[in-house]
């Protein structure tokens, strides 16, 4: 045995050792122990590999158990009532879904201020990786109760949150780096989208498309064999009604391009106009001065009353995506007051538009106002009925062929793309679902095409423009995103000299001898900071004996360059030492008091030891 391989091998033994004492101090169930003793054991690809099976297997399961869940509860109030107690269930159902999400919030989980995938975004980029706990069933209790009652919002960002809290907690519990944090989450969510739509690859582009936007990783297997998990799951769990899966489809014939091009332009005008209304309807909550109870009985009664006028909008709404993606169009309106008009050309093409139209109002309402649940199924569903009012219009219009089918299934991607500012992953999503691989070029179209118009009209996600500019989220600007990885507390030098302001030139004379530093703070009897002083600032008066006790520190100090506030962060901070052309500057909190002194030179070390760490060399 080489020596390298007998070192590596005790300290292995040492390390699990170390992990089984400390551990064995508190409750530890007894599979913590074994992943312990085999992370001792393999090196760090194959534990890597290890856990990314885990955690993809239990993102997977908890996406399979809340699909099914809310599956069936939306089967037995769609198709095993009648009519009539559909109405009151329509009334009730959101009503109490919303209200119930509140209540749950308010008692067991003392409020929350984020939500959904901003959330994740927001943890990646402030807080190590580190998601709480609570996040690993919170979501999804709030987000069953929410849609399972009829909340019209989607299951899949609590579901891709469950799982990247998954994945986080599981990298803290056995003591993994950042890196490896990151990548366990980014599998979570990984697993839990690819177990939501059986469709592995999807789950791998949501990941490289929003999780991991600013993010160098060269460790992709932890999330192929989670996304693969996660989908085997799916597949021999879940039973084909409750899978989002289309198998009418017409072949890609070049002719209809037309089509797909002007889709693509109608999805991209859709998509702006649907975060329009969720960014104004979340302005509406938030300047709302009620209590969290009241937000959520209005948001109740409005998602109640939408659903009695359009049951579409119940719940996701995949159910009724795929009888339109598979040509029973004209059951949509059999749940509703519509089916007591007399059946014309024109009705189903204004319900269908409606039904379009009142999504993004139904879907900001249901999350605004309380509820919990996310933009993925509403963005789906709303494509695939705005593909279906296009071919409906085309067909009023004269024109003959029109592929209504592929046209619902590549009007998902389309919306779905320019809401989330994710093609890829709308591409092959849809692609997965459809087994449609043939539509590549439609879909293609259809997804860049609104993507790009979207992306003139905000260069980032508006759901995500606050964060990233108040710089609590990681954008493409990789030198930024380090900057967001140093935390003020760490650079700050809290034992630094300070003087008052009325002491003499003699105490400031003995505070140089006895600190050693050519730097003091000066501040008053409540410890406001005052000003400055250098070595520079006394050198013209410190060898005259006769002013030592005649000459006050106020007439020496001298006014820093600039103030730093604790609360800012790394990137305004840089920005300040350049304008100010200094190596030091003081930091305060609020109310002035001194905190500290914080140095560029601290900055750029830490900033190099991140960016060592940062990148896989």
Request: with cysteine.
């Amino acid at each position: 045995m080489s020596q390298y391989n007998y070192i590596r091998k005790y300290h292995s033994f040492f390390r699990f050792k170390r992990d089984f004492e400390q551990y064995s101090l508190k409750k530890v169930r007894s599979y913590e122990l074994v992943i312990h003793w085999l992370h001792s054991k393999l090196n760090r690809n194959q534990f890597l590999l290890l856990s990314g099976i885990l955690v993809g297997c239990a993102a997977g399961m908890a996406g399979v158990v809340l699909k099914m869940l809310v599956h069936y509860i939306h089967y037995v109030i769609t198709y095993k009532v009648h009519f009539s107690t559909q109405v009151i269930f329509y009334i009730v159902f959101p009503f109490l879904g919303i209200v119930l999400t509140t209540l749950i919030v308010v008692w067991f989980f003392k409020g929350q201020s984020r939500k959904g995938i901003p959330a994740i975004l927001h943890e990646i980029a402030l807080n190590s990786s580190l998601i709480p706990p609570v996040k690993m069933y919170s979501q999804i209790l709030q987000s069953a109760v929410t849609v399972g009652l009829g909340g019209s919002a989607g299951l899949e960002s609590p579901i891709a949150v469950t799982g990247a809290a998954l994945g986080s907690n599981y990298a803290r519990t056995y003591r993994l780096g950042y890196k490896e944090r990151t990548l366990l989450l980014a599998a979570g969510a990984t697993a839990g989208i690819a177990a939501a739509f059986n469709a592995p690859i999807a789950g791998m582009m949501f990941a490289f498309e929003i999780l991991l936007t600013g993010v160098v990783f060269s460790d992709f297997m932890p999330l192929i064999v989670a996304a693969v998990c996660g989908s085997l799951l799916s597949k021999i769990i879940l039973q084909e009604e409750v899978l989002f899966h289309f198998e009418s489809r017409t072949p890609f014939n070049y002719h209809n391009v037309p089509f797909y091009i002007v889709l693509g332009l109608l999805c991209g005008l859709y998509a702006r106009y649907f975060v329009v209304i969720s960014k104004r309807i979340e302005h509406f909550f938030h300047q709302l001065k009620w209590n969290a109870l009241r937000k959520a009985m209005l948001g109740g009664l409005l998602v109640s009353a939408l659903c009695v006028a359009m049951p579409p909008l119940f719940g996701e709404g995949y159910t009724v995506v795929k009888s339109l993606a598979n040509g029973n169009g004209d059951t949509i309106l059999l749940n509703s007051f519509f089916r007591y008009i007399p059946m014309q050309s024109w009705m189903l093409l204004v319900f269908t538009g409606c039904v379009c139209l009142l999504k993004a109002f139904a879907t900001s309402i249901t999350i605004q106002s309380g509820g919990n649940g996310g933009n993925f199924a509403p963005s789906l569903f709303a494509g695939g009925f705005l593909g279906y009012f296009f071919s409906l219009l085309c067909m009023q219009l004269g024109f003959t062929e029109v592929p209504v089918t592929n046209l619902v299934i590549v009007g998902m991607a389309g919306v779905m793309a320019g809401v989330m500012y994710a093609p890829l992953t709308a591409i092959f999503l849809i692609a997965e679902s459809s087994s449609g691989y043939d539509l590549f070029i439609p879909l293609m179209i259809v997804a860049t095409g609104s993507f790009l118009m979207n992306k003139w009209f905000s260069p980032l996600s508006p759901e995500l423009t606050d964060l990233a500019r108040e710089g609590k989220i990681f954008t493409r600007e990789h030198d930024k995103n380090i900057l967001l990885l140093m935390k003020m507390e760490d650079l700050v030098e809290t034992e630094t000299p300070t003087i008052h302001v009325d002491a003499t030139l003699r105490q400031v004379i003995e505070l140089l001898k006895k600190d050693g530093r050519d730097l003091i703070a000066v501040v008053n009897q409540q410890h406001v900071l005052e000003g400055m002083i250098t070595l520079d600032d006394i050198r013209p008066v410190m060898f005259n004996p006769e002013k030592y006790d005649t000459l006050t520190v106020k007439a020496l100090m001298k006014a820093p360059p600039a103030i730093v506030y604790i609360e800012e962060n790394i990137s305004t901070v840089i920005k300040k030492f350049d304008a100010a052309h200094a190596w030091d500057l003081p930091v305060v909190g609020q109310d002035k008091r001194l905190v500290g002194i914080i140095a560029k030179s601290s900055i750029l070390d830490k900033y190099r030891s991140l960016l060592q760490e940062y990148s896989e060399g």
